[in-house]
Protein backbone atom coordinates (compact mmCIF):
# COMPACT_ATOMS: atom_id res chain seq x y z
CA UNK A 1 0.00 0.00 0.00
CA UNK A 2 1.61 3.43 -1.33
CA UNK A 3 1.42 6.03 1.57
CA UNK A 4 -0.83 8.70 0.83
CA UNK A 5 0.29 12.45 1.10
CA UNK A 6 -1.41 13.66 4.62
CA UNK A 7 -2.33 17.74 4.87
CA UNK A 8 -2.31 18.57 8.37
CA UNK A 9 -6.42 20.01 9.09
CA UNK A 10 -6.01 20.91 12.89
CA UNK A 11 -2.79 20.51 14.53
CA UNK A 12 -1.40 19.30 17.86
CA UNK A 13 -1.53 22.84 19.31
CA UNK A 14 -5.55 23.05 18.34
CA UNK A 15 -6.24 19.68 19.95
CA UNK A 16 -5.07 20.41 22.60
CA UNK A 17 -6.46 24.00 23.09
CA UNK A 18 -9.73 22.71 22.32
CA UNK A 19 -9.98 19.92 24.74
CA UNK A 20 -8.60 22.65 27.81
CA UNK A 21 -12.32 24.39 26.60
CA UNK A 22 -14.44 21.50 26.13
CA UNK A 23 -13.32 20.11 29.22
CA UNK A 24 -14.20 23.48 31.22
CA UNK A 25 -17.68 23.69 29.73
CA UNK A 26 -18.51 20.05 30.47
CA UNK A 27 -17.00 21.03 34.49
CA UNK A 28 -19.14 24.02 34.20
CA UNK A 29 -22.28 22.20 33.36
CA UNK A 30 -21.94 19.65 35.92
CA UNK A 31 -20.23 21.29 38.89
CA UNK A 32 -21.80 19.42 41.77
CA UNK A 33 -22.71 15.97 40.02
CA UNK A 34 -21.70 13.08 41.91
CA UNK A 35 -20.14 11.85 38.77
CA UNK A 36 -21.10 11.84 34.54
CA UNK A 37 -20.92 8.69 32.63
CA UNK A 38 -19.02 9.35 28.97
CA UNK A 39 -20.08 6.53 26.92
CA UNK A 40 -16.89 6.33 23.90
CA UNK A 41 -17.68 5.25 20.71
CA UNK A 42 -15.14 2.70 19.73
CA UNK A 43 -12.89 2.76 18.28
CA UNK A 44 -12.31 6.24 17.13
CA UNK A 45 -13.40 8.36 20.33
CA UNK A 46 -10.04 6.13 22.19
CA UNK A 47 -7.73 9.21 22.38
CA UNK A 48 -10.47 11.85 22.34
CA UNK A 49 -12.08 10.48 25.24
CA UNK A 50 -8.94 9.61 27.20
CA UNK A 51 -7.46 13.19 26.55
CA UNK A 52 -11.16 14.48 27.34
CA UNK A 53 -11.49 12.73 30.40
CA UNK A 54 -8.30 13.58 32.23
CA UNK A 55 -8.94 17.22 32.13
CA UNK A 56 -12.32 16.82 33.49
CA UNK A 57 -12.14 17.60 37.56
CA UNK A 58 -16.11 15.87 38.07
CA UNK A 59 -15.61 12.32 39.00
CA UNK A 60 -16.04 10.18 35.54
CA UNK A 61 -17.09 6.62 34.99
CA UNK A 62 -16.37 5.18 31.44
CA UNK A 63 -18.22 2.64 29.37
CA UNK A 64 -18.17 1.83 25.50
CA UNK A 65 -20.39 0.83 22.57
CA UNK A 66 -18.81 0.42 18.90
CA UNK A 67 -20.68 0.73 15.40
CA UNK A 68 -19.42 0.61 12.31
CA UNK A 69 -20.40 2.19 9.23
CA UNK A 70 -17.08 2.78 6.86
CA UNK A 71 -15.06 -0.16 4.43
CA UNK A 72 -12.36 2.09 3.86
CA UNK A 73 -13.48 5.51 2.56
CA UNK A 74 -16.70 4.48 2.01
CA UNK A 75 -19.77 4.78 4.44
CA UNK A 76 -21.82 1.33 4.02
CA UNK A 77 -24.38 -0.52 6.15
CA UNK A 78 -24.23 0.60 10.13
CA UNK A 79 -23.30 -2.36 12.35
CA UNK A 80 -23.68 -2.57 16.07
CA UNK A 81 -20.46 -4.50 17.47
CA UNK A 82 -20.31 -3.91 21.15
CA UNK A 83 -23.62 -1.53 23.82
CA UNK A 84 -22.88 -0.51 27.03
CA UNK A 85 -22.28 -2.79 29.95
CA UNK A 86 -23.36 -0.10 32.82
CA UNK A 87 -27.05 0.73 33.39
CA UNK A 88 -27.10 4.02 32.91
CA UNK A 89 -30.62 4.71 34.68
CA UNK A 90 -30.34 7.96 37.14
CA UNK A 91 -26.88 8.72 35.29
CA UNK A 92 -26.17 11.80 33.77
CA UNK A 93 -24.68 10.27 30.33
CA UNK A 94 -22.51 11.90 27.70
CA UNK A 95 -21.97 10.27 24.72
CA UNK A 96 -17.83 10.89 22.74
CA UNK A 97 -18.24 10.54 19.66
CA UNK A 98 -15.21 11.45 17.67
CA UNK A 99 -17.08 12.53 14.41
CA UNK A 100 -20.66 13.30 13.45
CA UNK A 101 -21.20 12.98 9.76
CA UNK A 102 -24.63 12.06 8.41
CA UNK A 103 -25.94 11.32 12.27
CA UNK A 104 -27.03 7.94 11.52
CA UNK A 105 -24.48 6.54 13.86
CA UNK A 106 -24.89 9.20 16.59
CA UNK A 107 -28.90 8.42 16.28
CA UNK A 108 -28.06 4.70 17.06
CA UNK A 109 -26.49 4.61 19.62
CA UNK A 110 -28.93 7.48 21.24
CA UNK A 111 -31.21 4.60 20.43
CA UNK A 112 -28.82 2.12 22.28
CA UNK A 113 -28.00 3.90 25.24
CA UNK A 114 -31.98 5.04 25.80
CA UNK A 115 -32.14 0.91 25.95
CA UNK A 116 -30.27 0.94 28.64
CA UNK A 117 -31.57 3.39 30.86
CA UNK A 118 -29.75 6.79 29.62
CA UNK A 119 -32.73 9.64 29.84
CA UNK A 120 -31.27 12.74 29.31
CA UNK A 121 -28.00 12.12 27.12
CA UNK A 122 -25.46 14.98 25.81
CA UNK A 123 -23.37 13.88 23.14
CA UNK A 124 -19.75 15.72 23.05
CA UNK A 125 -18.27 14.99 19.43
CA UNK A 126 -14.47 16.26 18.88
CA UNK A 127 -15.41 16.91 14.59
CA UNK A 128 -18.89 18.14 13.00
CA UNK A 129 -19.18 17.54 9.96
CA UNK A 130 -22.22 19.15 9.16
CA UNK A 131 -22.13 19.30 5.33
CA UNK A 132 -22.50 15.78 5.64
CA UNK A 133 -25.55 15.68 7.80
CA UNK A 134 -28.40 13.80 6.95
CA UNK A 135 -30.41 13.48 9.92
CA UNK A 136 -30.40 15.92 12.93
CA UNK A 137 -29.04 15.01 16.31
CA UNK A 138 -28.45 17.18 18.77
CA UNK A 139 -25.03 17.90 19.56
CA UNK A 140 -23.99 19.81 23.30
CA UNK A 141 -20.29 20.11 23.31
CA UNK A 142 -18.23 20.03 19.92
CA UNK A 143 -14.65 20.57 18.93
CA UNK A 144 -14.20 21.30 15.49
CA UNK A 145 -16.57 22.06 12.33
CA UNK A 146 -15.07 20.34 9.44
CA UNK A 147 -15.91 20.22 5.63
CA UNK A 148 -17.33 17.36 4.06
CA UNK A 149 -13.52 15.61 3.34
CA UNK A 150 -12.30 12.24 4.69
CA UNK A 151 -10.46 12.76 8.11
CA UNK A 152 -7.72 10.62 9.80
CA UNK A 153 -5.73 10.79 12.35
CA UNK A 154 -5.98 11.31 16.46
CA UNK A 155 -8.33 8.09 16.64
CA UNK A 156 -9.96 8.30 13.16
CA UNK A 157 -8.48 6.06 10.65
CA UNK A 158 -8.29 4.67 6.98
CA UNK A 159 -8.64 0.56 7.01
CA UNK A 160 -7.29 0.89 10.59
CA UNK A 161 -4.10 2.81 10.15
CA UNK A 162 -3.10 5.99 11.32
CA UNK A 163 -4.96 6.65 14.06
CA UNK A 164 -1.77 7.24 16.50
CA UNK A 165 -1.32 10.47 13.93
CA UNK A 166 -1.11 13.49 17.03
CA UNK A 167 -3.12 15.83 14.69
CA UNK A 168 -6.14 15.56 12.25
CA UNK A 169 -5.02 15.22 8.68
CA UNK A 170 -6.87 14.84 4.93
CA UNK A 171 -5.91 12.14 2.98
CA UNK A 172 -4.94 14.10 -0.74
CA UNK A 173 -6.89 12.28 -2.95
CA UNK A 174 -5.60 13.59 -6.13
CA UNK A 175 -1.71 12.16 -5.35
CA UNK A 176 -2.92 8.84 -2.53
Known amino acids: MDEP ?16 ELAAEIDERHRGAEAVTCIGVLKGSLYFLADLTRRL ?32 S ?14 YSVATVLDILEEHGGKDVEVCTLLD ?13 SGFEVDDAFVIGYGLDLDERYRNLPYIGIVNQEES
Do not use: C, M, N, W
Not at 61 to 83: A, C, N, P, W
Open 5 to 20: RIDVLISREQLESRLD
Open 57 to 88: SVPVEIDFVQVSSYRGTVRGRLEVKRRPQLDL
Open 90 to 103: DRKVILVEDIVDSG
Open 129 to 141: KVPAREIEVPITY
